[in-house]
């Protein structure tokens, strides 16, 4: 599975006209579940160690199901986008399940990991279904203070919770569910660690080299390169610090810096700082010209977590993507979309609003401008009710005011099994981020078995 | 080693109570509950009011005074998660995640009465002095006091057997003395390797009416390890141990 044709396997399955949706006993099946949690017998406890000897080989994963109800914004830029040439009404479902599948085989001193992700997807567009492996690579471990691996991976670089603006070789996380696991990049590193005594604890070196050739690492830049990068981290009287770099012609060359601490036993802090150099991005100006620009930029993220004496915990960041649009290239970008479905109105031509598509991966990306607030509240099991953690997430865009405030209920009535409600709403003025989304309004259960 | 230790510790216990070494009793406790180096497997068990149950295994290691780092090996939907303490600093690490998250000690990675430093406990000499001791009908009554703010518990009241010198009871208090939570140290077995102790921890809670959490342990023995598995970088790697 290593370096085999960038390690993903991809199948479309086409179009099909039946939306199938899931059987009405499903929902209050879940609720009744509790019912079968077993009971803990009088004062009777077993356990052997023998149950849990360790086997060579590991398989395990999850199986979910995730319906999601959009309220569709039929006057905003990117539902003009995205819906110009069909009526799907006020609102629209999505039917999701996905197979995520681990497995491990350990000999001696190595250890192969392959993690597949699958996903299937009936929504307006049809059925879909895709599977790519995530991880897939080899370890070798001579010894506790040295690890080999190569092979696709995710290095999970930075110390913030929604956004990594030093995490130079991971592609972006979700803010608005950043614990998903996502495809990693092919890359060979090796990390070295020392443990010490006194004020420096601990130090690691991990440098890292990540190709980019023909099908290998495709999407991560420039082709016909090998990139260099590294991470050196030390734990310094309690504190976190990383220095991070990478280098090489496929992206231009970036350098960071990260760190965490506990300031006291309920308190923490954390934040990161990258310097990225030639940074490429498509505007579009007001008159509907394409300029490709190439920039240096700055990116940093403040954050803290706090842990409150009735078990809230909130978690606050404030990002600076200094690679990030301006207001003023959004407002361009919205109302070229506005003119061209105004165009395709009158017309019927669908050209600009064709060419402002294209640039979607630019301006429609999760978060494309520069200055953002998240704030989180998480409320562990309130009221004496066990295994229940309702919270509430928003995130802000600083520069137009525009927000998604998304509440949610996670629940895990018996062991394996999560169970999530979670709404979010968008709201924001005209021109603004959160109010030219397609939708106005999101509601989702995601039903989750662990295997 | 704790041969020369016990040795001592009974010249001690020869003087009038008054005169009795708090801090050599509390080690000599400490010893007698887990090498100073040690792995072990333990189950946690969680138990609502109704009875139903949440299980969980864990792996652990221990190293030194400050050094512990615990792997989940069961259920599936924990399995691979570890957490490491280094003195009063802790993390995190989940699978999915990636990178180690720093934790707090009053939080619990797995719900119910056990918090984090329960569940990563270091010796009770590490982070409490004593500050009196009195003798009770068959043992002793230890009263221990923080060393520092980081600590889970600003005031603990440790009951110790006079003949095992092992703890029966502890109650965990805030500064004001209220009690938090208590634990109870029952089933006393030998592991092998010189190590008897107890081998059931249960916990209650006023703060938690009805609930209870149960720490199983099945297997404890003396290990030693290089100080680079307690580290961040290794807690991904923390299954190859077992």
Redesign the interface.
Known sequence: MVGCAAGTMRHGMGKVTKRPGWPSWLLPAVFLLPALAPAAPADEFSFEVAEFARKPYHIGGYAELRPVLFGLDTDAALHHLRFFDRDEGGTTAEYNGRLQFEASLEKGIGRLFARVNTDYSNSYLGESVEAVFYDGYLSLKPSPSLVLEAGKKNLRWGTGYAWNPVAFVDRPKDPDDPELNREGFIVATAEMIRSLAGPLQTFSLAPLVLPVDGDVNDDFGESDHLNFGGRLYVLFRDTDIDLLFLTGGSRGSRYGMDFARNLTSNFEVHGEFALLHDVRKRVIDSAGDIAEQEEDAGSWLLGLRYLTAAETTWIAEYYHNGAGFSREEMENYFTLANRGYEVFQATGDDGLLRRMRDLAEGYGRMNPMRDYLYLRASQKEPFDILYVTPAATAIVNLADGSFSLSPEILYTPVTNLELRLKGSWLNGGSLSEYGEKQNDWRFELRLRYYL | MRILLSLAFSLLLALPVHALDGEALLLQIDRNLNPETYES?R?L????P??????Y?L?TVKKGLDKVASLF?????E??RSTLR?????WLY?P????P??I?????VV??VFNNSDILQLDYAAEYNVEKVEETGDGYLLHLRAKS????YDRVRLWADREALLPTRIECLTETDMLIKTLHFREVKDFGGGIVRPS?IETDSPL??G?RS?M?F??IRERT??????????MP?L??L?
């Not at chain 2, 280094?86 to 802790?90: C, E, R, V, Y």
């Not at chain 2, 390890?225 to 290794?234: A, S």
């Open positions: 497997y189950k068990v969680n138990i609502e109704d009875g139903r149950s949440r299980e295994v792996f090996i069961s259920p599936a939907s399995k691979g280094l003195g009063d600093n802790m989940m999915g995640v990636g990178r998250i720093r707090t000690s009053l939080q619990s719900g119910g703010r980081g600590v889970a059931i938690y009416q609930y149960i199983i099945a297997g390890l290089p100080d680079e598995v307690f580290t961040q970088t290794f790697n299954e190859s077992r």
